[in-house]
């Protein structure tokens, strides 16, 4: 289920740590507007009532299982050397979807394009949406070893995407902490977690300032196209043998099925060729069952 722990940009005290589990009827965010540089204020709303359908007709965020595959294999990649990146390279990108007839926004790509914007990320997105016309930028993820919140910086880099990808239209962060990948945090005991590590917040201008607001009422929803394509991902590596892979089992056995038919094959047409030639007496029921078997 998706988290609902909402964080806040900046580096709060500790009594701003607050749990949203509980929010389902009216959903409640802590706010941090950047001020300038060097001063952040903080401050909690119990009682905010904020109408998504009004501003923006966006009436819920539905983020799909392949973006989070795209995130994580983008880390892994960079992480382990997969990349021309450096390992330390950050690992950021942008978010790709579109708005159904519900005014339910998709989330349902993402791609390891950089957040900087320039003629190289332009023709990027024009491929990225030549494949799939119905996708458009709305918004950008940055995917974490350490357990941290948004910055200052996450709030510019999201400001200044929306200006260049979604001028009139809502635009989004998403914050993905992987955990066990820092020194500082310990692997988990298991990989099974009851809450996804994911983070998403909306831009939004209060009196004049950007604010980023963490959602508490987004979903995780899947096609079942998509949920074959996912299941299919997860069967490629078997647990009892990591290092094979399961295409080339199957191709593997495929090919020695081919090679044994072919083999039997061989076994009647040289059988017919004596016939033929008077070389073996002729069986006529054993001729009738091959001439059953090339008709079938």
């Not at 005991?189 to 987004?218: A, R």
């Not at 076994?267 to 078997?293: C, M, S, W, Y």
Request: aromatic share 6%; net charge negative; with cysteine.
């Amino acid at each position: 289920k998706p988290s609902s722990r909402v964080c806040i940009t900046g580096t709060p005290p500790p009594s701003i740590h607050l749990g949203f589990g509980s929010l389902v009827q009216q959903p409640r965010f802590i706010l941090s507007i950047i001020l300038n540089s060097n001063s952040t204020i903080f401050m909690m709303s119990s009682d905010m009532d904020l109408d998504f359908t009004a501003d923006n007709e966006i009436a819920s965020v539905s983020l799909h299982p392949l973006s989070i595959i795209h995130m994580s294999d983008q880390f892994t990649r960079i992480s382990c050397g997969g990349s021309p990146l450096p390992s330390e390279s950050p690992v950021v990108g942008l978010l790709f979807g579109h708005v159904d007839d519900s005014k339910v926004l998709q989330i349902g790509d993402a791609d390891d394009i950089p957040t900087e914007i320039n003629e190289a990320t332009k023709v990027q997105v024009d491929l990225h949406r030549a494949v799939f016309p119905q996708h458009s930028v709305v918004g950008w993820y940055r995917v974490s070893g350490d357990d941290e919140e948004p910055t200052s910086t996450d709030l510019q880099v999201t400001h200044e995407l929306q200006r260049h990808y979604a001028q009139s239209a809502p635009f989004y962060f998403c914050l993905l902490q992987v955990l066990g990948t820092s020194i500082k945090q310990p692997a988990p005991q298991s990989t099974i977690q009851e809450e996804l590590p994911i983070s998403l917040y909306e831009l939004h201008d209060v009196e004049g300032k950007s604010v980023l607001l963490g959602l508490s009422n987004w979903t995780l929803d899947t096609s079942e196209s998509e949920r074959i394509a996912v299941e299919r991902v997860m069967k490629e590596q078997p647990h009892d043998a990591p290092k094979t892979n399961y295409y080339g089992e199957q191709m593997i056995s495929l090919q020695e099925s081919l090679l044994s038919l072919r083999e039997r094959c061989q076994i009647l047409v040289e059988f017919l060729e004596r016939t033929r030639q008077g070389t073996i007496p002729r069986n006529r029921k054993l001729v009738r069952h091959v001439d059953a078997l090339v008709s079938s």
